[in-house]
């Protein structure tokens, strides 16, 4: 069996968890993800089957797409609502005006700087394991690009956002960055991916569907 099988990953699960149960589902070793999703977020991740993990690079290349829920007057460690608080501030004075001209500062080609809690490797070791120590280290920026950065509903605290981007952007960052500019912080506590490359939500399996009917052809597998 080779191919792909895009899967509904739901939230609590690490992505390796997730690799995990579509091995013994197929009964295969060869199985791996492109794209991690943290154990918080939801949605499209792309599970490789067979040969198709030799496309690694193709499918974490894909750009991505995302529906989140940030709060604003809170700012964590790990720029979401499970993190340690450091800090919370005042809001109230805050209206969607003030969001839609802070997205707009974030939209287009940025540098981000990668989270603690990120895959990011600093010195050979994941950038998550040297947090889980309680330390910070300096993190070099990284280029990414932002194509759509829109509110859809703000209910204060909460905003909800839509989110277009590139390869190695992280939607925490950007409402930790959004916060910060704002001068209240701010948090996310939802991540929903919706969309990696050509593979959208609506073609995506929930776990306790699978079977070998979703592995799908890849051309190039």
């Not at 609506?202 to 699978?210: H, I, P, R, S, Y």
């Amino acid at each position: 069996m080779d191919g792909i099988i895009v899967v509904d990953k739901p939230s609590g699960m690490t992505s390796h968890d997730v690799v995990s149960r579509v091995r013994r589902c197929l009964n295969m070793k060869r199985v791996g993800h492109a794209g991690t999703l943290d154990p918080l977020a939801t949605g499209v991740l792309i599970i490789l089957v067979g040969n198709a993990t030799k496309l690694f690079d193709t499918f974490v290349g894909f750009d991505k797409a995302y529906l989140a829920t940030m709060q604003l007057g809170r700012k964590t460690r790990s720029a979401d609502i499970q993190g340690e608080t450091l800090e919370e501030r005042p809001f109230a004075g805050i209206d969607q005006k003030d969001i839609e001209a802070v997205f707009g500062r974030f939209t287009g080609d940025i540098e981000q700087v990668p989270p603690m809690v990120s895959a990011v490797k600093y010195k050979g070791e994941r950038l998550y394991k040297i947090a889980r120590k309680g330390v910070t280290v300096e993190r070099e920026p990284r280029k990414v690009r932002i194509d759509k950065l829109k509110v859809l509903d703000f209910s204060s605290p909460f905003v909800k956002f839509c989110l277009d981007c590139s390869k190695g952007t992280y939607v925490r960052q950007i409402a930790d960055d959004v916060g910060d500019v704002l001068g209240c912080g701010a948090c996310i506590t939802e991540i929903r991916r919706t969309k990696v490359g050509p593979f959208a939500i609506d073609a995506a399996v929930k776990l306790e569907d699978l079977n070998e009917s979703h592995l799908k052809r890849w051309p190039a597998a």
